[in-house]
């Protein structure tokens, strides 16, 4: 019978002999901290040790970006609205020049365009400033004008933005003539010269006024104005709504959309059939 004891320590004696019969490890060699780390090349790496960099002590503190001052431009902010005034020949067989458009545009009414586009009927200038076309469409541009046989033609949604609806005039008013009105008007707001005031038929409560400029119009719509010994409030003037409406030349249609303008050039070339013509 043998003993716990006895069995335990045989087999520890023959662990310790197995062990002992191995071959020792290899040992790593314990690097020195006071020495500065680089990299050392492989010994059997003549490759290596050529190409080898040494390993920098400190790293550079950290600098942010320099941000750029050039703003961000996108095809949204960048759009602008563009205004096309009608410069229309007077006699067609006289010819107007470019150059003396330009110089009348640019010289004389102090109104520089961008564009100048030439048409059957004379030319079209195009700008980007509201002011431009008012100034285009003064008394002194269209004697400036026709001098050089042109008659300029202000758009319609210019136009617009200075004619103002009055409703609600008061009844002892109603029935002076359009002239009489411009002269109540004049005489009592001293801003507001030049105007032209129409009448509307079977409409008595209402009238339209005509101001000289845009910037006149805004203020008539801030303000309001006096009708000889009545005020006109902010309230009862309205500014004309302009809505560009398009019409087919096949099928004389009418249609309020933009969006159509290009079938409505093919329709007008006669090149599409009945089967094939529609409207968006």
Not at 237 to 245: N, R, V
């Amino acid at each position: 019978m043998s003993h716990p004891d006895r069995g335990g320590a045989a087999s520890e004696r023959a662990g310790s002999s197995s062990r002992s019969s191995r071959a020792p490890l290899p040992t790593l060699p314990q690097s020195d901290s006071s020495k500065p780390l680089t990299s050392s090349p492989a010994p059997n790496s003549s490759l290596q040790s050529r190409h080898a960099l040494p390993v920098p002590k400190s790293f550079p503190p950290f600098v942010p970006p320099i941000q750029s001052s050039i703003p961000n431009i996108t095809p949204s902010n960048t759009k602008r609205t563009t205004y096309r005034i009608q410069l229309k020949t007077i006699d067609l067989n006289k010819p107007t020049d470019r150059e003396d458009i330009l110089e009348v545009t640019f010289c004389i009414l102090d109104a520089p365009i961008f564009r100048l586009t030439k048409t059957r009927t004379g030319y079209y200038a195009v700008t980007d400033d509201a002011t431009i076309i008012e100034k285009l469409t003064s008394n002194e541009a269209t004697e400036a004008f026709e001098k050089i046989n042109l008659i300029p033609i202000e758009p319609p949604d210019i136009r617009a933005k200075r004619t103002i609806y009055v409703r609600q005039i008061d009844p002892g008013k109603r029935k002076d003539s359009a002239r009489l009105l411009a002269g109540f008007i004049t005489i009592a707001n001293e801003w507001l010269k030049g105007i032209e005031v129409i009448k509307i038929k079977d409409y008595i409560h209402i009238m339209k006024i005509m101001t000289p400029n845009i910037k006149t119009a805004e203020r008539v719509l801030r303000e309001g104005f006096y009708l000889s010994r009545t005020k006109i409030s902010p309230q009862q003037c309205e500014l004309q709504k302009y809505m560009h409406i398009q019409i087919c030349y096949k099928c004389y249609k009418f249609e309020e959309n933009s969006r159509n303008t290009v079938l409505f050039r093919m329709c007008i070339t006669g090149t599409y059939v009945s089967t094939m013509h529609k409207h968006l």
